[in-house]
């Protein structure tokens, strides 16, 4: 079972940054793809950004040119960079991975306000 552990939440004023971090149990290329998935209240949970086999990615929409996903090999780990966060960005941030089952990170909360 593939155990996925998240850092890097927290409260940032709009137009700021933060990244997160996920540190996988297992080697990340082992991985069908991986992702960034968030849910904010009363709202089902989204997908953010996804990393698929040979590097390629899907991002949403509204996060282009914001958000940018990004993976260390040596550290099993995961990142989302996330830059000019706006209020609606506020959420909890999930990981997720696929390798025959779907993972889910434990969701560091996000909140973006002044």
């Known amino acids: 079972q593939v155990q996925l552990a998240e850092s890097g939440g927290g409260l940032v004023q709009p137009g700021g940054s933060l990244r997160l971090s996920c540190v996988a149990s297992?080697?990340?290329?082992?991985?069908?793809?991986m992702g960034w998935y968030r849910q904010a209240p009363g709202k089902q949970r989204e997908v953010v950004v996804r990393i698929f086999d040979g590097g390629s990615t899907d991002y949403r929409e509204s996060v282009k040119g914001r958000f940018t996903i990004s993976t260390d090999n040596a550290r099993n780990t995961v990142y989302l960079q996330m830059d000019n966060l706006k209020p609606e960005d506020t959420a909890v941030y999930y990981c997720?991975?696929?390798?025959?089952?779907?993972?889910w990170g434990q969701g560091p909360q996000v909140t973006v306000s002044s």
């Open positions: 997720n991975v696929i390798k025959g089952f779907s993972y």
């Open positions: 297992e080697r990340i290329f082992s991985f069908t793809h």
